[in-house]
Nanobody
Framework: QVQLVESGGGLVQAGGSLRLSCAAS????????MAWFRQPPGKERTFVAR????????SYADSVKGRFTISRDNAKNTIDLQMTSLQPEDTAVYYC???????????WGQGTQVTVSS
């Protein structure tokens, strides 16, 4: 069974940085796409960034492009999200997710809260 566990959330001032980490276990992820989503208070969950576990190809939502970087550590089986130049509108619960390359997202973490104060 796939298990995703996020860590690294917290409170930061506008302009600051945070690094989120997602520990993945339960299977081999070589044919998976790993992603981060976020859900601001009272709003829907939206895509933030994704990475192919094999090859490392990445893509980002326009709202975070140039500020956030997604990466993977094959040795540790983790997916990280480095967030810089954080703004209050980045405040949300951030979720790690996984899907087969040819399928839908079928595994989600429990989420980690990121709060950016102005």
């Amino acid at each position: 069974q796939v298990q995703l566990v996020e860590s690294g959330g917290g409170l930061v001032q506008a302009g600051g940085s945070l690094r989120l980490s997602c520990a993945a276990s339960g299977r081999t992820f070589s044919n998976y796409i790993m992603a981060w989503f976020r859900q601001p208070p009272g709003k829907e969950r939206t895509f933030v960034a994704r990475i192919y576990w094999s090859g490392g190809s990445t893509s980002y939502a326009d709202s975070v492009k140039g500020r956030f970087t997604i990466s993977r550590d094959n040795a540790k089986n983790t997916i990280d999200l480095q967030m810089t130049s954080l703004q209050p509108e980045d405040t949300a619960v951030y979720y790690c997710a996984a899907r087969p390359i040819s399928g839908a997202y079928d595994a989600w973490g429990q989420g980690t809260q990121v709060t950016v104060s102005s």
